[in-house]
Every structure is written in C-alpha cells, then in structure tokens.
C-alpha cells in the first residue's frame, strides 16, 4: 500500500500557516496589542514576527499525513 501524500500549492499553504499564527490566543502572550507589527518573515522551521520592541519566533510542527488534502500543523511560539 502506497501513502498519498497531497499539499496545497506553497502559497495557499503559508496563507493557512499566517492565518493561524495570527487567529491563535497565544499570539498575545507574546506580541502584546501595544507593539507595532513590522514584518513577518518565512524561516526554516516557521515564520518570525518582527514588532517595534520584540522579536517571536513561531515554530510550525507538520503531522504526518495520512490523507489526501492540506498539511495539519501545530504551532509553538518562542521569544
């Protein structure tokens, strides 16, 4: 039996990755409401967050997929 393993284009992917770094409840808990966003910025492991007073790593987890359809992914924010 063969694994099928099926992402959605690069861009559509990062777009659900940004979406869902900025829709979590963690993301204030270390970019509070007060900082200025500058830039987000796709690393190796994820993204970093750039704001006028701090830097926050973001990590992305990938799960194996055993199904077709986009990649699942858990989040881990780091200062």
Known sequence: MSQAFCALPPFAEAKREVIA???SP???EYV???DVFESLTKTDDGYLIIT????VEVIIHYAKNS??????FTIEFKN
């Open 21 to 23: 770094i900025l829709n």
């Open 26 to 28: 963690k993301l204030s």
């Open 32 to 34: 509070p409401y007060g």
């Open 52 to 55: 006028n007073k701090r830097e």
């Open 67 to 72: 199904h077709i359809g986009p990649k699942q």
